[in-house]
């Protein structure tokens, strides 16, 4: 499939996102915009500037008010974050945290995984499915949990491009790990939207594989020595400001 066609699929998803049952009511909500909106969006720049695609696509990202730790890709450069991962118990704790996620979220787009589920969701429901169904379906099927390893890394090495600290997904991984009891599942999912916390946790890779990994990679990239200091930017996130000017 051609960049134009991706993109255009990924136009045609995003309008109708809104129409997704269990999205109904809860995207972009204007105070969600507002409070979070210009904030992702300069942390999305910063990340899509170093991306693999950024002559081709255009990133951007819608929020959903949903309790639980999640976010997700899909085709063409769309990312959404439920509100879950930005305030709550199950949030992320500083600004390198989230720039994990979001990071990890490219990397899905960089390799074109949310453009499989789509494909195959449709060809599970048909070409002639109402295309809100489709990004029901796409949303929930399996994929190799490699990818998700795959993405993980990606992640780790774009957060790195930016200076922020490649240590953030070990730790990020380690609290979850703590937080939901562990389960063998199928595999990962290209952002799986729809469920709880310990939903999303048992159908990708297991927390404590993820930490164990993305730990073992951040070392690796650390020693590229390509920043003398990180940024961990623990009051960003509350202050809702970005910036590495000042690593601490």
């Not at 693999?52 to 949903?66: A, F, G, N, V």
């Not at 709880?196 to 020693?223: D, F, G, I």
Request: proline residues 5%; contains cysteine; charged residues 25%.
């Amino acid at each position: 499939m051609s960049v134009a066609e991706e993109v255009a699929i990924g136009r045609k998803v995003e309008r109708e996102l809104h129409k997704v049952p269990r999205f109904r009511g809860k995207l972009d909500l204007p105070t969600d915009v507002a409070k979070y909106g210009p904030y992702l969006n300069r942390l999305l720049k910063t990340l899509a500037a170093h991306s693999t695609r950024r002559k081709e696509l255009s990133y951007r990202i819608h929020i959903i008010r949903d309790s639980s730790f999640n976010a997700f890709a899909l085709p063409g450069g769309v990312l959404g974050v439920h509100t879950g991962l930005l305030s709550g118990p199950a949030a992320v704790k500083d600004e390198s945290e989230l720039v994990m996620v979001l990071g990890h979220e490219i990397a899905h787009v960089e390799h074109r995984h949310p453009l499989a589920a789509y494909e195959a969701a449709r060809a599970v429901l048909g070409s002639d499915a109402d295309l809100a169904a489709v990004i029901s379906r796409m949303l929930q099927l399996p994929i190799h949990s490699e990818y998700e390893h795959e993405a993980d890394r990606r992640g780790i090495a774009l957060a790195d491009l930016c200076q922020y600290d490649p240590g953030a997904a070990a730790r990020l991984w380690q609290r979850q790990a703590k937080r939901a009891p562990q389960r063998r599942g199928p595999g990962g999912l290209v952002g799986e939207v729809l469920g709880t916390a310990e939903r999303m946790l048992s159908t990708h890779p297991p927390s404590a594989q993820r930490c164990a990994r993305t730990r073992a990679y951040a070392t690796k990239v650390a020693r590229q020595r390509r920043w003398t200091r990180y940024y961990r930017g623990r009051s960003n996130l509350r202050d809702r400001k970005t910036g590495t000017q000042s690593p601490r």
